[in-house]
């Protein structure tokens, strides 16, 4: 895997507000991309991911915006609950998923 | 579905005795598995990845005499920290990928945390 940095961008958001976390990624031939919610202490949990031939997908109030052209990826979290708060990584892949890396991640933080 | 289980979840050790992480597939079948290191507001790294019954592939830079994985079964992946020392510290992830699905699905475990004194 890359090295990543040290510091962890911090989103904080208010209960009920959309967020928006980013991700640039640098493998412009990276096929699928994946969103993982990582609480204090535990291990990633997926939230919801993306192929390369697609630019937009939605689920249960999250959706994943992805823009090849300026490789880009964000996620969209809709009325955001104290639930929520975490830390969110993006994962990019390719070779049919033998080469995963992942961004740095995002703090979320959710203010009552 | 698509449980995976790491054991300890939490051990201390001291400097230059060996470790031993269990991470285990409880409800599928895993041919590939792979090992994480995530330092504190750190992102994962991937260490190595491992195929039942083969010998796992090192990501550059990791020394493959230290940390030694034996993946001996569809259903179970060890990690062995041999003479640990204190930068060895770290959370260990585990993640399973299913033998009926594409590469794609990864399943993580809950990490195990390593301190070494």
């Known amino acids: 895997g890359e090295s990543v940095g040290l510091h962890l961008p911090t989103l904080s958001v208010q209960e009920g507000d959309n967020s928006i976390i980013n991700c640039a990624y640098s493998?412009?031939?990276?096929?699928?991309f994946i969103w993982y919610k990582q609480e204090s202490g535990k291990g990633p949990q997926f939230i919801i991911d993306?192929?390369?031939?697609?630019d937009k997908r939605q689920g249960q109030r999250v959706t994943v915006l992805l823009n090849k052209t300026v490789k880009h990826l964000s996620l969209q979290i809709a009325a955001t609950q104290p639930g929520d708060s975490a830390v969110y990584f993006c994962?990019?892949?390719?070779?049919?998923?033998?080469?995963?890396?992942f961004g740095p991640g995002t703090r979320l933080s959710v203010l009552p | 579905g698509a449980v995976v289980s790491q054991h300890p979840s939490w051990v201390i050790c001291k400097s230059g005795t060996s470790v031993k992480i269990e991470c285990r597939s409880l409800d599928f079948q895993a041919t590939t598995m792979f090992w994480y290191r995530q330092f504190p507001k750190q992102s994962l790294m991937l260490m190595a990845t491992s195929n039942e019954g083969s010998k796992a592939t090192y990501e550059q830079g990791v020394e493959k005499d230290k940390f030694l994985i034996n993946h001996a079964s569809l259903t179970l992946s060890t990690l062995t920290v041999t003479s640990a020392h204190p930068e060895d510290s770290s959370f260990y992830i585990c993640s399973g990928v299913p033998g009926t699905s594409d590469a794609y699905e990864q399943y993580f475990g809950p990490g195990t945390r390593l301190t070494v004194t």
């Open positions: 493998n412009s031939a990276s096929d699928y």
């Open positions: 994962a990019e892949t390719t070779n049919y998923g033998q080469n995963f890396v």
């Open positions: 993306i192929r390369s031939n697609m």
